[in-house]
């Protein structure tokens, strides 16, 4: 038999979420079979697949012993390097500054050392995320951003900040503001174009087209040109929908590309002016919770990158 106490971050989640997290090697349908049979209880009742924990409930589970084995906690998280840029951090959400050439997450290389281990290790070391008492909770980011792009990402440090970030994601109440360099001059002066993007699996890259096309989805960009400098344009960007290489794609498909982007970008411009990572960073965030959410006191803040980070964005100073 197997017992858990629920803890604030495992709490308002489904139980068998909740299992699937706090036992993963546990075999769903086995999960499945036990709660059917009457085998997974709350609070020495039986439970259904979709019954919602509360702190403070006692869960468990008969199987046997080889089944219930406690996980392994993975405290990989320490091997990461200590440096990391905090940009703003409350009790619930923290920002980092993500510079080039750093995962957002582990690629399966085993390389420990990736922006949410730093997080982790960071909050490890501040006492605020003990590995070993946790059943099902981590703290996780609510974005990510591509290894050769700088800039800040956001991460929960508990389940209830989790849910409302990546809900408001969704709902596009947190809104990514993007700078990036430009080899050529935009259409327009600012504006807001659509699209229809496909992504190739396969390849890792993605199609942009004007009409849409079996398995595509349309697309929302909206850019401004803030200054210019020897046929190099800085732009501002703001996404309206979030779809892979979106905004490096975009721009080239309306003859814009990215300075320095190797997938998207004019390679022969690329090499004359000796820049061959994409000139993308992200920027800055601000909020438009709505007024129930528990994160709405952020609504107020626009969080940018320091000035301490920003003389180093970019290869090319405007």
Do not use: W
């Amino acid at each position: 038999m197997k017992e858990f106490i629920i803890n604030q971050n495992d709490s308002d989640q489904r139980i068998d979420k909740f299992l699937s997290k706090a036992m993963p090697d546990l075999p769903k349908s086995m999960m499945y079979r036990l709660i059917r049979k009457k085998d997974i209880k709350i609070n020495g009742k039986r439970c259904e697949i979709s019954t919602k924990l509360c702190e403070g409930d006692i869960v468990r589970i008969y199987v046997k012993d080889d089944v219930a084995a406690a996980k392994s906690r993975d405290l990989s998280f320490m091997n990461a390097s200590d440096k990391l840029s905090v940009v703003f951090e409350d009790n619930n959400i923290l920002i980092a500054f993500k510079p080039v050439g750093l995962d957002s997450h582990g690629n399966g290389s085993g390389n420990c050392d990736t922006l949410i281990n730093r997080i982790k290790r960071y909050l490890h070391e501040k006492g605020e995320f003990n590995a070993a008492a946790e059943n099902s909770f981590a703290p996780a980011l609510c974005s990510r951003l591509d290894r050769n792009t700088s800039g800040l990402v956001a991460a929960a440090k508990n389940s209830a900040a989790l849910r409302e970030m990546n809900e408001s994601i969704k709902c596009g109440a947190v809104h990514k503001i993007y700078r990036c360099i430009t080899v050529n001059k935009p259409p327009r002066s600012e504006d807001v174009i659509s699209a229809y993007h496909k992504k190739d699996e396969s390849r890792n890259i993605v199609r942009i087209t004007d009409t849409p096309v079996e398995g595509s989805r349309e697309i929302r960009t909206g850019y401004k040109i803030i200054a210019e400098k020897s046929g190099l344009y800085l732009l501002e960007i703001r996404l309206y929908t979030g779809r892979t290489h979106q905004i490096r794609a975009h721009l080239s498909h309306i003859g814009a590309p990215i300075l320095g982007d190797g997938k998207y970008g004019n390679i022969s411009l690329n090499k004359r002016y000796g820049i061959f990572r994409q000139m993308l960073c992200a920027y800055s965030l601000e909020f438009d919770f709505p007024n129930y959410s528990k994160l709405n006191y952020l609504n107020k803040i626009k969080i940018s990158i320091p000035k301490s980070e920003q003389q180093n964005l970019f290869s090319v100073n405007f």
